[in-house]
């Protein structure tokens, strides 16, 4: 492989790249500022864009839906003025029966038209806090798992990440791992472009 895999900016050190973010969470909104340092100088703005899925996802098709869905209604609240956009599911996916909480993460350019999808690493989520969401009043429609979690260690709700890897990892820092790689393979799709068009 000839292409270089150096960090690069994706912009100027004179010119700011506008984010727009399909959510007004403050977690969210901070992993991606974190993030955003790969780019260069940066404004990050927050849409309070809607999934229209359930409160949880669960598996990798309607989590993933649930990201496009943030997309498209954060780009259409925005009125297409961001150079940027971002958008952020989790959902639990079962594998091997076992279940994991992921978050799948779409970056999508308007200068360029790309888009990338990845999703974070995945933690494993105790089987017996799934099955109490789903059979919650309402399920998976109004019940996520973290809160079920959260009952239990008395932690937050929308970060059991931390309590479930001891305090070594929060949900920000698979978020933030996440979000750069999308950001990286969306630098070298633009530096395929240019070097294409040369």
């Known amino acids: 492989c000839n292409v270089a895999m150096e960090p690069r900016k994706f912009a100027s050190s004179s010119a700011s790249t506008t984010v727009f973010v399909g959510t007004q969470s403050k977690l969210k909104l901070a992993a991606v500022e974190d993030a955003s340092k790969v780019l260069g100088p940066t404004v990050i703005r927050g849409f309070k864009a809607r999934s229209m899925v359930n409160e949880q996802p669960f598996g990798h098709e309607e989590t993933l839906k649930g990201a496009k869905n943030r997309l498209e209604d954060c780009i259409n609240l925005s009125g297409g003025k961001g150079r940027i956009y971002v958008s952020i599911e989790n959902g639990i996916v079962e594998i091997c029966g076992a279940y994991f909480d992921v978050a799948w993460v779409i970056v999508h350019s308007t200068l360029t038209g790309k888009t990338v999808r990845t999703h974070s690493v995945g933690i ?75």
Request: glycine share 6%; aromatic share 10%; with cysteine.
């Open 124 to 198: 494993e989520f105790p089987e017996a806090f799934v099955k109490q969401a789903k059979e919650a009043k309402d399920g998976f429609v109004k019940n996520t798992v973290g809160s079920q979690i959260a009952l239990a260690y008395n932690c937050d709700s929308k970060d059991p990440h931390r309590t479930l890897t001891n305090g070594y990892l929060g949900r920000k820092d698979f978020l933030v791992q996440a979000i750069q790689a999308a950001f990286g393979q969306l630098m070298l799709l633009q530096k395929a472009d240019a070097h294409s068009s040369s």
